[in-house]
């Protein structure tokens, strides 16, 4: 009993020290925070003792910060354009467009530069302080003071918000969702109405609301996913027709015909050693040419030319999403912990300062160490372990030091900005994922049945025999799993959601009764989940690409269930964002990151795949040798692929039979077995170098960034440069410059996001309103102690009152 009490007495000590340095903590980054600038207030929920802490800056804040960063702000208004060519195609045909909708308060476009304190007359909306800067813009700025307010000795990393969220310190983070008065709609609600709704789903995203209410870097997942699912409609309709002409055309196939026939009947060697002999006919029903015909070859080239297309042509729709986004010369700031343990400063020529910076020695050296690391744990448990010890402990132990050992490595990396450790993290889930995943598919596609012998000398790997396929062709089962993939995994993934949609319901009830005593913005915001980020979605979709890609020649109909997927996997994501998961804050991206290399990695694997899979997987090469060689309408084809059983077999077992494959009565390979494969290996190579010429061809022809954004960036830069020097720039000045001629400046806006149709009439949006006490709360901090919880960093915005204004 003593030491159960010395033990629990032990243990409330460090519970109270830990309590006690997370309260010292806590001070003393409050108090560096306040010594910025911040402007902040703390609330307490007593029933829960919840505390809140409500932040926000004031002017001369955001104006000094927005120049470190060099945020982009508005000079002068600049037309519209629409930004969907199909939406410009039908309005020129003067055609009623089915997708096209009507978003209330479509913000205007705008000329931008970056901002600069001393140049603040010039820029457009700053004489109104409350809706100059956009509430994105505003996170932005108070998140970046968050992450580098230090609340002990910055060398031991006792710095920034994250660390202290990863500590228990504070509980949560967060900006809060908009409101506004009754009579308007703020930006939530528009999004909810026009895009989150399932009625929406044929309608074209509002994209540049997206990026206006959650930043950019949410916006390209959803710019990429749903410029993914309207490529893969054509796919699917030419999955369709291949499919259903080869479905009413199978009944006609003549080696079909041959092996169903009971007169031309043939006796079938044993396919193992303990086997019976069996007849052809027996499987007649699995040799149907659903999955395995001439259909595929012209799939097989139309996917991979799709897939091509599809990069190129989204590298050309990022790079204008960048440019009207604002982010295409966007430069991240360094990461806090980089900042702090770099060992040295360069000189950045963009913008003219010096930045933290790392040798690339260092690099190599984190490299070097991180893989000493990985090869000692893994080999660890071989050396340490018994030989006598079972083997459960054998495999546990090599998983267990695995997994340690990948988690330490990539903690000893040091990267530079967020994208860098962001694309490091995505390419090893990724690499794990891939061999996990597709393992099964490609055991199927290109190894099941190659290596099973001959009777009487069956091929064995570690003394188990390998597997062949029905009637010597694979694909019908790479199909099989296929369909069990695509269709099964998105039943799973929709009870998946009926599951989530239940618990958040629950989870809804819980939160309404709570808010029938108070119902403030911070603790509605508090109550929702947590924001999870994109990498699961992005994995997802990236996983599923390369299932269309890889093995489509198996199954022409991979297209359609990834389509209809997407269709439910963009509303459903769009519900997630905008009403179940705590505001997200807005982060820069200018594109997808390292997932377009990782489709750039498929497509290229995927060229490969089909051109092996059409040549050694399916019947196709071998069947037009037979039609050119010996008769074209393929009677006596199935005679012509089977051999006859070696003269040893025959003497053991006095039996004559026959097995699928190309050899001599001696076992070896027949003159026929390397005609095909000299055939096979030729059409791969011209396969292969057609693809990737029409690629190279189309990049040549369209570069990576249009010409048009190029342009457009430069009239840009000749408008901000001018307009800074007190320079006006006038109609006739810019026609001379074959620019489109401005529009009058909106008086009191700010830079708006949207490159679509302005809406001039429509109401104000709630962000051009005097903020009221409960808008003011758009980050929020909480954590867990022993007697309280802590919660709540408000937004960044300005109130209406005086008092806010540095």
């Not at 925070?33 to 800056?57: F, K």
């Amino acid at each position: 009993g003593s030491k159960k009490e010395d033990k629990g007495k032990r243990k409330n000590k460090k519970a109270k020290r830990k309590e006690y340095a997370h309260r010292i903590w806590r001070w003393k980054f409050l108090e560096q925070l306040q010594a910025t600038g911040i402007h902040m207030e703390q609330v307490c929920q007593s029933p829960l003792s919840i505390h809140y802490v409500l932040l926000g800056a004031p002017w001369t804040v955001l104006c000094h910060h927005a120049e470190i960063l060099r945020i982009k702000m508005p000079l002068q208004a600049m037309p519209s354009q629409a930004s969907n060519w199909s939406d410009n195609l039908m309005r020129k045909l003067g055609i009623w467009n089915p997708l096209y909708q009507e978003v209330p308060q479509t913000p205007q476009d705008y000329y931008t530069y970056p901002f600069q304190e001393s140049e603040l007359s010039r820029f457009l909306g700053s004489e109104n302080p409350q809706t100059f800067f956009a509430s994105t813009q505003r996170h932005k700025i108070v998140y970046e003071i968050l992450e580098k307010t230090p609340f002990g000795h910055q060398r031991r990393g006792l710095f920034g918000i994250q660390q202290l969220l990863s500590q228990k310190v504070f509980h949560a983070a967060f900006p809060p969702h908009d409101v506004s008065p009754p009579f308007l709609l703020n930006q939530r609600q528009i999004l909810f109405r026009y895009w989150a709704k399932w009625s929406k789903w044929r309608k074209y995203q509002p994209m540049y609301h997206i990026r206006r209410y959650f930043g950019e870097k949410i916006a390209f997942y959803f710019a990429w996913l749903g410029f993914y699912t309207a490529w893969l409609l054509p796919a699917s309709v030419f999955g369709i027709v291949v499919f259903l002409s080869t479905f009413f055309g199978s009944s006609a196939d003549v080696p079909t015909d041959e092996i169903c026939n009971a007169s031309l009947d043939y006796e079938m060697c044993p396919s193992c050693e303990d086997c019976p002999f069996w007849k052809l006919s027996t499987i007649c029903e699995a040799t149907g040419q659903l999955f395995d015909n001439k259909g595929i070859v012209i799939f097989s080239v139309f996917m991979s030319l799709w897939a091509v297309m599809f990069l190129e042509n989204w590298k050309r729709k990022s790079a204008r999403l960048a440019y009207q986004w604002d982010c295409l010369d966007s430069k991240e700031q360094p990461l806090p912990p980089f900042a702090v343990m770099a060992p040295l400063t360069s000189w950045d020529l963009i913008t003219d300062q010096e930045e933290p910076d790392s040798p690339q020695k260092n690099d190599f050296l984190h490299i070097f160490v991180a893989a000493s690391i990985v090869a000692a744990m893994v080999t660890a448990p071989r050396t340490c372990l018994p030989s006598s010890a079972p083997g459960v402990f054998n495999l546990w132990g090599k998983v267990l030091a695995s997994l340690t050992a990948a988690l330490f490595s990539f903690a000893v990396e040091m990267h530079k900005t967020q994208s860098k450790f962001e694309d490091a993290l995505v390419w090893k889930v990724f690499v794990f994922h891939f061999v996990n995943i597709y393992s099964v598919p490609i055991y199927i596609a290109f190894f099941k049945g190659r290596f099973s012998g001959y009777p009487g000398h069956y091929g064995t790997f570690f003394g188990m025999q390998n597997e062949n396929c029905i009637n010597n062709s694979c694909l019908i089962e790479l199909a099989q799993e296929m369909l069990v993939i695509m269709v099964g995994k998105q039943i799973f993934n929709t009870l998946k959601l009926q599951s989530w949609k239940h618990k958040h319901k629950l989870r809804s009830s819980r939160k309404r009764k709570k808010e029938k005593t108070s119902e403030i913005l911070w603790e509605a915001n508090y109550e929702l989940l947590e924001s999870q980020g994109l990498f699961q979605e992005y994995l997802e979709m990236v996983i599923q690409f390369g299932f269309i890609t890889i093995f489509v020649a198996s199954c022409p109909l991979a297209p359609l269930f990834a389509l209809l997927n997407n269709w439910l996997e963009i509303r459903t994501d769009a519900q997630k964002f905008v009403c179940q998961y705590r505001r997200p804050m807005a982060e820069k991206a200018q594109n997808i990151g390292m997932w377009f290399f990782l489709l750039q990695f498929i497509t290229h694997l995927a060229i490969i795949s089909n051109a092996f899979l059409i040549a050694f997987t399916s019947n196709f090469l071998q069947r037009t040798y037979y039609k050119y060689a010996y008769a074209w309408d393929l009677h006596g084809y199935t005679n012509f692929t089977l051999a006859q059983a070696p003269g040893a077999f025959v003497a053991k077992y006095n039996h004559t039979c026959r097995y699928q494959a190309f050899r001599e009565d001696d076992g070896q390979h027949s003159f026929t077995f390397w005609k095909l494969l000299a055939i096979r290996l030729a059409f791969i190579v011209v396969f292969e170098h057609l693809i990737f010429f029409l690629g190279w061809l189309n990049d040549l022809v369209g570069p990576d960034i249009p010409a048009s954004v190029k342009i457009e960036e430069k009239q840009e830069h000749f408008v901000g440069k001018h307009t800074l020097a007190d320079y006006k720039v006038t109609s006739s000045t810019l026609q001379a410059l074959s620019l489109p001629p401005p529009l009058h400046p909106i008086r009191g806006g700010r830079h708006s996001e949207d490159s679509g149709h302005p809406c001039s009439t429509q109401p104000a949006s709630p962000d051009d309103l005097p903020m009221s006490r409960e808008q003011r709360s758009s980050e929020s901090l909480h954590s867990e102690g022993s007697s309280e919880h802590w919660g709540g960093l408000p937004d960044q915005a300005l109130s209406s009152s005086a008092a806010w204004r540095g």
